[in-house]
Nanobody
Framework: QVQLVESGGGLVQAGGSLTLSCAASGLTFRRYNMAWFRQAPGKEREFVAATYWSDGSQTMSESVKGRFTISRDNAKNTVYLQMNSLKPEDTAVYYC????????????????WGQGTQVTVSS
């Protein structure tokens, strides 16, 4: 079955950096769109970034544009989220999601999800 396993979360000071990884198995990774979402306590799950397999394009949310970068390594079946200039408002559980065709930013559009990794940014 499809498994997505996130790693790389942790505690970091404001202005710092973290790189999240999501290792995928049970799917043809190179033919899947991969996305990152995040969810802060008491808030809805929010789109962060996505990378699309068919044309290599990417979409970033306005709140992270210029600070976060999404990338993928098809040979390793892994998608990454490089997060720089972190702010306390970036504190959330970060989730990896996968879908073979969706190119949207709504969480309910994605078929497969990881368990999440906590990112905490202290001020």
């Amino acid at each position: 079955q499809v498994q997505l396993v996130e790693s790389g979360g942790g505690l970091v000071q404001a202005g710092g950096s973290l790189t999240l990884s999501c290792a995928a198995s049970g799917l043809t990774f190179r033919r899947y769109n991969m996305a990152w979402f995040r969810q802060a306590p008491g808030k809805e799950r929010e789109f962060v970034a996505a990378t699309y397999w068919s044309d290599g394009s990417q979409t970033m949310s306005e709140s992270v544009k210029g600070r976060f970068t999404i990338s993928r390594d098809n040979a390793k079946n892994t998608v990454y989220l490089q997060m720089n200039s972190l702010k306390p408002e970036d504190t959330a559980v970060y989730y990896c999601a996968a879908d073979p065709s969706v190119r949207g930013t709504q969480a309910d559009e994605y078929d497969y999800w990881g368990q999440g990794t906590q990112v905490t940014v202290s001020s």
